[in-house]
């Protein structure tokens, strides 16, 4: 089975949490407070992997979970930072944050890499918060915690020349008769249902990947027939090969034909119009086609405004064959790299301070209730270690500095209201 576009579950790993130790031996004087930071989270990792052909296992596994770091240790030794988790794809997978669309890359290259989850960082442990007011800290961190993400994976196949055409114009044909590929044919319209590759090799020592996509109908671009799955395959071809059928018993008109897959093509990527395209008669063996392609070419020759190339062929008697592969190759070499989407770096940004701004906001949710909420204030909470009597008083100072606890009394909360942030409650006090 054959499958192109896939959501799947990744998180990274949360960081090791800093350790709250002091250090008690003999011939160590003021031995103070030693404990270690937190190890790092593992990433998640999308590998691009030649050997992968399609997003099917996916199908199978769709939640990937990095390990967390692990904790601080006494004597001020930090904890061991978690192995990156590393998922394979194939060659030409973009990929999409779900949730919000924004794209985070593609993976076009085998062996290239991409983060796209970040493992937490460790938290730091009370041996860095020892101050001449405070030479015994109870204060350590917890580990940030990891990211959790969506991602849409969709894969576009890299070929060098693709085939498009109406169904049965003998795509899988031609590919069969130019390469070693083994497609699925027969008289029946969406005999191909997957895209198909092949490799051409000419004698000259000249080769390109050829892909053979299923068949376009009129509407394709808005989600009829198949066209809509695969016409994401011809965004990478560099080369495209419109196949038409000269059969006069088709019951179609091939200058209908040519306009029709143009415009489906056109009305999914316009930019799919400036490709070097090889126009191929197809079926040219039938009686009566060699007519129809001259009523054809004489079509092409009064509506185009620009010069054309029209190769006709036959994969029955293989006429035509041979030249049609060796000219597909001299465009190929005048053709340049397709220029492949990669992330785009965002120019520097200057910020202003806004004393009027807040990161953070409040919420009434019951009768004696508030929630506050923002990224800022969630990850203190979740990172400040409340076991010890240090680690409540700096939060509560934060809270202070940050200007929550004036912004709750604002709110109306008053003594013995509870206060939730994150998954973390308390009672207000006056």
């Known amino acids: 089975m054959f499958v192109d576009q896939i959501r799947i579950e990744v998180k990274s790993g949360k960081g090791g949490d800093g350790s709250v130790a002091f250090r008690h031996e003999k011939f160590v004087p003021m031995g103070g407070p ?87 960082r460790g938290g730091r442990g009370n041996i860095h918060f020892k101050t001449s007011r405070n030479t015994a800290p109870e204060i350590a961190e917890n580990g940030e915690p990891g990211q959790e993400l969506t991602l849409q994976l969709e894969l576009k196949i890299l070929a060098d020349v693709g085939l498009v055409g109406f169904p049965s114009v003998g795509k899988s044909t031609l590919l069969s008769v130019a390469t070693s590929a083994k497609p699925k044919i027969a008289a029946y319209q969406f005999t191909t249902l997957v895209p198909n590759l092949g490799m051409v090799q000419l004698n000259d020592g000249r080769d390109y990947v050829m892909a053979d996509l299923p068949g376009l109908i009129t509407g394709a671009a808005q989600g009829v027939g198949l066209g809509i799955q695969f016409l994401r395959h011809i965004e990478r071809t560099r080369v495209i090969l419109h196949l038409i059928d000269m059969d006069p018993e088709n019951g179609r008109e091939p200058w209908d034909d040519y306009q029709q897959i143009r415009h489906e093509l056109e009305q999914y990527d316009e930019g799919l119009l400036t490709r070097p395209e090889i126009i191929v008669p197809t079926k040219m063996d039938i009686d ?88 800022r204030i969630e990850r203190f909470v979740k990172m400040t270690n409340l076991d010890h009597q240090d680690g409540i008083m700096r939060f509560a100072r934060a809270l202070q500095n940050w200007g929550i606890e004036t912004a709750l009394r604002d709110a109306g909360a008053e003594n013995g209201d509870t206060i939730v942030i994150a998954d973390f409650s308390f009672d207000f006090v006056e």
């Open 34 to 120: 030693s404990g270690g930071d937190g190890g790092h989270g593992g990433d998640v990792i999308l590998v691009a992997d030649e050997g992968v052909r399609t997003l099917l296992d996916f199908r199978y596994r769709r939640h990937f979970k990095a390990d967390p770091g692990q904790n601080g240790q006494i004597k001020g030794m930090y904890g061991r930072g978690a192995e990156n988790t590393y998922i394979k794809v194939p060659t030409g997978t973009s990929v999409t944050n779900f949730e919000t669309g924004a794209f985070l890359g593609d993976l076009v290259e085998d062996g290239q890499e991409l983060i796209v989850a970040h493992g937490g």
């Open 288 to 375: 009566g086609a060699a007519e129809r392609l001259a009523e054809f070419k004489a079509q092409v020759t009064t509506n185009l405004d620009h010069e054309v190339t029209i190769l006709p062929i036959s994969s029955v008697t293989h006429d035509g064959v041979q030249g049609l592969l060796q000219k597909t190759a001299d465009v190929l070499d005048r053709t340049p790299k397709a220029v492949l989407t990669t992330p785009v770096a965002t120019d520097d940004v200057t910020y202003n301070y806004d004393e009027s701004h807040q990161d953070f906001e409040i919420s009434q949710t019951d009768d004696h209730e508030f929630t506050v909420t923002g990224e």
